[in-house]
């Protein structure tokens, strides 16, 4: 990777008049602080038994909301947060997210309660949320045009390599240390990032005008996500009747009608729909929905399968899941290359296609007894090679055609999505597979949902145009 960073870098020298002097410093550390924050979202994945060994009185369905507290809020967070970074500064938006997400991983640590980790965990995604928009738009503007498609798929590789690696270095950190040090581990990457970032980054373009929050739309959209989220995690629970949940699953439609409503009419609203205008961007989005919710599906139901079905133990289980996720990192640098020239619509289907199969191979081939090497490395690999095409091409296919003044909103929009997805495939696989004994037969209806949602984001990507003109 450091190769091409510098034959970048000696073949094109021209940087924006606006950029930082050091473009590849700047990319380092906005992009170390977004490693952090898709690595807190994933690691819990390997760490949802230990929790539910150290909190003995709550419930599955509870215990998924340190995931989903997480993740609701900080998809609900993300759309104001690039608003406030292009209002406020990106530069300062960005250290103060970091510096909020540092402190509420220290207090996640220390949380003695589930209740008391789960406050600490909206603290935590509104750190995060304020940081990821921001971030990408210090990482675009110390680029040249020409280069954005490398840099920005490289910064979606970094993220997605964090998300994909987080689940074994989780099983690793929980079992060796518990789960405390999934959140400590943030402590000292952060605070590198920050005491960089002071003297580092600077700010390329002029904070544009400031306006209020939306706090209407931004609890209309909470509510919506929340509402279904709660509805499909809780939809075989003895406690909720079929008629509550159905109540709860249909306050969460109203909900998401209602912004968009709420959206279309208000004279400031949380999300300006005139970002949809363009095709592309609609469409990347929606594959970004779909292809989110399959994602978290994938390594959530890894776990369940290899330590409820073939028994292996956390550390086992982290290590088989590892050599999927290292295929992520290069798979996103030969795209970013490419898609500079060819656009990202090939790799976007085609990685699509390529993480189905991989969905198909987990369908068919694993059987109750363990054979790694032939049963599982295959699909595995298919989707690491899936994901490297798919979600560095989804970050930067969303921003491609926007304007600059809109980039922190469109691309928090965009993570914002995608993070709705992750809600809802944790809803999911919870709802499938969290009862107390799994059978194999149990994992057919999520391998299914898998295969069509990764088609479904094949077919979404079909209409995206990015080709440079």
């Not at 949802?48 to 998809?75: I, M, P």
């Not at 402590?187 to 005008?209: C, F």
């Not at 490297?388 to 965009?414: D, I, K």
Request: with cysteine; charged share 10%; hydrophobic share 55%.
């Amino acid at each position: 990777m450091t190769s091409i960073i510098k034959s970048e870098l000696l073949t094109k020298s021209q940087a924006p008049a606006a950029a930082t002097a050091s473009p590849w410093r700047a990319f380092w550390i906005a992009s170390s602080a977004v490693f952090l924050v898709s690595l807190d979202a994933t690691m819990l994945f390997a760490a949802f038994d230990a929790l539910r060994q150290s909190f003995t009185g709550s419930s599955t369905a509870t215990l998924s909301w340190v995931l989903n507290a997480y993740t609701v809020v900080y998809a609900a967070m993300l759309i104001p947060a690039g608003g406030l970074a292009d209002a406020h500064g990106r530069k300062r938006v960005f250290r103060l997210g970091l510096a909020v997400f540092i402190a509420a991983s220290v207090a996640c640590g220390l949380a003695p309660s589930v209740e008391g980790l789960i406050a600490a965990r909206v603290v935590q995604a509104v750190g995060a949320a304020l940081l990821t928009p921001a971030s990408m738009s210090i990482v675009l503007a110390a680029f040249p045009v020409e280069r954005r498609a490398l840099v920005i798929s490289l910064w979606g590789a970094v993220g997605g390599l964090a998300a994909a690696v987080g689940p074994s270095l989780g099983s690793w950190v929980t079992a060796d240390f518990g789960w405390p040090w999934a959140f400590y581990i943030n402590v000292p990457v952060g605070l590198w990032a920050l005491w960089q970032s002071r003297s580092r980054i600077e700010e390329a373009v002029k904070p544009v005008q400031r306006r209020r929050v939306d706090v209407v739309g931004l609890l209309l959209l909470m509510a919506a996500v929340g509402a279904v989220a709660l509805a499909i995690v809780e939809s075989g629970s003895p406690a909720w009747s079929r008629a509550q949940i159905g109540a709860v699953a249909a306050g969460g439609l109203l909900a998401g009608v209602a912004f968009v409503l709420w959206a279309r009419f208000h004279t400031a609203p949380l999300l300006d729909l005139s970002l949809f205008a363009h095709a592309t961007y609609r469409y990347v989005n929606a594959a970004t929905l779909a292809f989110g919710t399959a994602f978290s599906m994938m390594f959530l139901g890894f776990f369940f399968f290899m330590t409820g079905i073939w028994h292996y133990t956390l550390p086992q289980a982290g290590l088989a899941v590892t050599p999927g996720p290292l295929l992520v990192m290069p798979t996103a640098i030969i795209t970013g290359r490419l898609a500079g020239r060819l656009g990202h619509r090939p790799f976007l289907v085609g990685g699509s296609l390529l993480y189905a199969c991989s969905g198909l191979w987990m369908l068919l081939v694993p059987c109750t007894e363990p054979d790694y090497l032939r049963h599982w490395l295959p699909g595995l690999l298919m989707s690491g090679v899936g994901v490297g095409l798919v979600l560095p091409s989804l970050s930067g296919a969303a921003v491609s055609r926007l304007p600059a003044e809109h980039y922190a909103v469109g691309a928090a929009f965009n993570q914002a999505t995608r993070q709705i997805g992750g809600v809802l495939g944790v809803a999911i696989t919870v709802g499938l597979l969290g009862h107390a004994s799994l059978t194999r037969t149990d994992f057919n209806a999520l391998y299914g949902l898998h295969i069509g949602l990764a088609v479904l984001t094949a077919l979404l990507c079909l209409p995206v145009s990015t080709r440079p003109r």
